[in-house]
């Protein structure tokens, strides 16, 4: 039996969307991007040598892509790419820690196939007179903008604490 046309490009449009719908449960669009803190809390230092009172630390992170498409970020070389912002929270709002400064030059991207994660460490050496809270204790969030299929988007960790050993 032979349907007319019009039954046949309607029965077509509702597979493509039914299509489309499918991609999307499956998270080929939803671009399924985490960023996780690999400790509760962290433990940063005061260092006052040569009068420069600097907060000290490292914060272990990985940046997981559970989606379907690739993920990227800018690089320039080993260590050397925008790391994700670090943001305390003041009365229920998410607040950056200090100004970050970054030379702006063209860097060949970091891309993060998916299903797979990258691992890095935020090497935190800020001078205590740029830290924004008042105290360097407190609750505190990474942020990174990252491009999911050449869009930009947003990224958290979840919660963690800093503490000054």
């Keep these: 039996m032979r349907f007319p046309l019009p039954t046949r490009v309607l029965t077509g449009s509702i597979l493509c969307l039914v ?5 999307d449960l499956f998270g080929a669009n939803d671009g399924s991007v985490s960023l996780q803190t690999e400790q509760d809390t962290y433990a940063v230092a005061i260092d006052s040598k040569q009068n420069s009172n600097q907060v000290q630390g490292s914060l272990s992170y990985a940046l997981a892509n559970a989606s379907l498409q690739s993920v990227a970020f800018s690089k320039c070389g080993e260590g050397a ?3 994700p912002k670090l ?3 003041d ?3 998410w607040t950056d820690a ?3 400064f970054y030379i702006l030059i063209k860097c060949p991207d970091q891309e993060v196939m998916p299903q797979d994660t990258y691992r890095g460490a935020f090497e935190l050496r ?3 007179d740029d830290w924004v809270p008042h105290t360097v204790e407190g ?3 990474m942020a990174w903008t990252v491009r999911v299929s050449g869009n930009s988007r947003s990224v958290y960790s979840d ?3 800093l503490t000054v050993e």
């Design 91 to 93: 009365d229920g709002t």
């Design 98 to 100: 200090y100004e970050q």
């Design 126 to 128: 800020v001078p205590v």
């Design 87 to 89: 943001q305390f929270k």
């Design 81 to 83: 790419f925008p790391p």
């Design 19 to 23: 299509l489309l719908a499918g991609c």
């Design 159 to 161: 919660p963690f604490t």
């Design 139 to 141: 609750t505190y969030r």
